[in-house]
């Protein structure tokens, strides 16, 4: 039984209710257009959404926290409403009179107030009647198509909470600052190399520049934002930049270097290309490199390295996915990440992922980021990543970014210097790995 929502139609609903799920319980092109088919799957269950369908394309319906049944009585609902897509766009209509806010009737599917109904009667019709309950256009509401090509509704499931975190963390201040001398005082294996350089790469918007804003700021000892960042369709760095963190305002620079790239695009010919991706894993690109989405980098382009040394390569890869985005992720994109993980696989460079946004994800994170290992959907989210990107669960770590806070939070700041100790982690692995070989070829010479 397929949705006939979209994705994103789910995704945006589940914002508005800060929830995180919709569960479909009723199908009417399957179940039947008729009361009793509804009641059969729906009642006693709440809170729930129910949409209608025309054939001019419009997406309507009603949201409500009470379950449904047949007593042919008004319930009281407060947080009741009625809405309307418009493209992606959700228009609410909230109730006027919360006692009349919905109806059991028996002979009907979901009855809101005496306004409107879907599959009234028992049929494959809508009764619209805008009026003192909840008040709409009915003109943008279905475009005055009371014919119904579907209508389903789905239960709303919350977060789950675990009985105990998966993940045990110190939420402490003096966890904070034995985190902050641990990363202060980290010296990497190799003597050639004193920063190791983090490649940070995904998709447009996910949190790349945030999370070195974000790491940035929390040796600041404030929120500030070097790195452009923000919201956009399209990528707000357009250079390759190689950004070195300050132990506070004067401080000496911290053992690591974040590179931002390009966000990648699920078109061709945008966003970073894959061909320039060798480059950078490499250590050919200079800093303040301009990417060219058409045109990949060569050999002739300004500060080019034609022959970087160990200490100008990648040593680990960071992807930076948003969680708020994970099930709506388009097939293009997630082939291009398939694509970029096989090329650096290839290169035997540790890749791990970052998994930004929890707070919008999952409405227990917003309440409290310690919340974060009690998440069931956070867990379940962690578990599809690691599935759609082929990395296993050890490999994600999921961080709040800053972004419209002011000043720092202990808890975000925790997440956040623990990604960076998990990273030098994996750059010890990398090391580890290349003195091996290296210990290989001089036996075997």
Known sequence: MNPKLTQSQQRTICTQLRRF????????????????????????????????YNNSGFVFGGYTKQPFSQSGQYVDDDQ?????????????????????????????????????????????????????????????????????????????????????????????SGKRKELIESIKSYKPTVNS??????????????????F???????????????????????????????????AGREGKPLPIILCDTMGLEETKGAGLDIDDLSSILEGHLPDRYQFNPSAPLHPEAHGYRTSPGLKDKIHCVAYVIDASKVSIMPTGMEEKLDAIRRKVNLMGIPQLVLLTKIDEACP???????????????????????????????????????????????????????????????????FDELSDRMSNMQTKD
Request: with cysteine; proline share 4%.
């Open 212 to 246: 070195f804003n974000s790491v940035n700021s929390v040796f600041r000892g404030h929120v500030t934002s070097q790195a452009i960042s923000g919201s956009s369709s399209t990528s707000l760095t357009t250079q390759f930049r190689s950004y070195s963190v300050k």
């Open 364 to 430: 227990l994170v917003k309440e409290d980021v310690r919340n974060v290992y009690r998440s069931g959907y956070i867990k379940d989210l962690m578990q599809e990543v690691g599935s759609r990107l082929g990395v296993p669960l050890s490999c994600i770590i999921p961080v709040k970014n800053y972004s419209e806070e002011l000043e720092l939070d202990m808890n975000c700041d925790i997440l956040l210097l623990s990604a960076v100790i998990q990273m030098f982690r994996f750059v010890d692995n990398y």
């Open 80 to 172: 009741a409403f009625l809405f309307t897509f418009n493209a992606e766009k959700l228009i609410k209509y909230p109730v006027n009179n919360s006692a009349y806010a919905v109806k059991m009737i028996a002979n009907s599917g979901p009855y809101f107030g005496e306004n409107l109904v879907l599959v009234n009667g028992s049929q494959a019709v809508t009764y619209s009647n805008p009026g003192n309950y909840y008040n709409f256009p009915a003109a943008q509401m279905h475009g005055n198509n009371l014919n119904l090509t579907d209508c389903e509704v789905y239960e709303v499931e919350g977060a789950t909470e675990l009985e105990r975190p998966w993940r045990t963390v110190i939420w402490e």
């Open 21 to 52: 799920k919709l569960q479909l319980l009723y199908k009417a092109s399957i179940h039947g257009f008729t009361g009793a088919a509804f009641h059969q799957r729906c009642d006693n269950c709440s809170p729930t959404v129910s949409v209608g």
């Open 193 to 210: 190399v004193t920063q190791p350089r983090i490649l940070l790469i995904g998709p447009v918007g996910a949190g790349k520049s945030s």
